[in-house]
């Protein structure tokens, strides 16, 4: 594989637009996501965070710009769709894990299949990664014999499992108890400590102020604000950007400074 230079971002979106039909979703979103970095995507509902993911992995296809990864533009209809795939890891709302399969073949199955990596040594670094989540004792089991935030954990160990080279995080804690969110927060704290290249969508405005290296506000399919967590919510510059966290902390779903 060629060397990647590190002064290209890992992510790059060069003006990008996406529409459903006369909805505009997405409108001339930029954005540069550095290696070993966190950015983190927040805004209402709604207001693009998903359907950004989406055409990042290409399950969307965009209307206009471009999107590039290390460089190479993604979006290019020459480009192997495939072989995209196999260098960025998903995470989705939904656990979509294979409820006939076990939690270790759940997780090897992209490698062993897509990556064509021998059995043996794909079990290996699934019991690794499994191990270093918690979920060591897990292995044989099924998914609906787990709790919904071990099941969501076993999700990002099969996005691990393949080494990518970008992790796209979309709402994981959306669907579950509140309980579970803190137990799925942690892992992704240990994965930007370990300097995964990650692009998160949350509701959870303290996680992201805690985690985000970047923050970018969207409203309406635009970037309305980006900048350091300190600088987003301690002193945001955007009417739009201080109205949502507003409502945030009159919900009480944020204390600012916390």
């Known amino acids: 594989m060629t060397a990647v230079d590190p002064t290209v971002p890992v992510l790059a979106l060069q003006e990008v637009r996406k529409a459903f039909g006369d909805h505009v979703v997405l409108r001339s979103v930029d954005l540069a996501v550095p290696a070993h970095s966190v950015t983190v995507l927040i805004g209402a509902s709604g207001s693009g965070k998903s359907t950004l993911m989406r055409c990042v992995n290409l399950l969307e296809e965009i209307d206009d710009g471009a999107v590039l990864l290390d460089g190479e533009e993604i979006t290019d209809p020459a480009a192997d769709q495939d072989a995209v795939r196999r260098r ?17 073949e759940n997780v090897t199955l992209a490698p062993r299949r897509v990556h064509r990596v021998a059995r043996a040594e794909a079990e290996t670094r699934a019991l690794d990664l499994l191990g270093r989540l918690g979920l060591a004792d897990k292995a044989r089991e099924y998914p609906d014999r787990l709790s919904g935030g071990q099941q969501q954990r076993v999700a990002i160990v099969r996005a691990l499992a393949t080494g990518p080279r970008l992790l796209l995080l979309d709402e994981i804690t959306a669907a579950l108890d509140p309980e579970l969110v803190g137990e799925v927060l942690a892992v992704v704290r240990d994965l930007k400590e370990q300097g995964l290249t990650m692009v998160v969508s949350t509701h959870e405005m303290g996680f992201a102020r805690e985690v985000a290296d970047q923050v970018c506000f969207l409203d309406a399919g635009a970037i309305v604000e980006r900048g350091t967590p300190e600088q987003v919510f301690g002193d945001p510059r955007h009417d739009r950007t201080r109205r949502f966290l507003r409502r945030i902390t009159e919900a009480g779903r944020f204390v600012p400074g916390s």
């Open 88 to 104: 960025i890891g998903v995470v989705f709302q939904q656990y979509n894990l294979f409820p006939h399969m076990t939690v270790l």
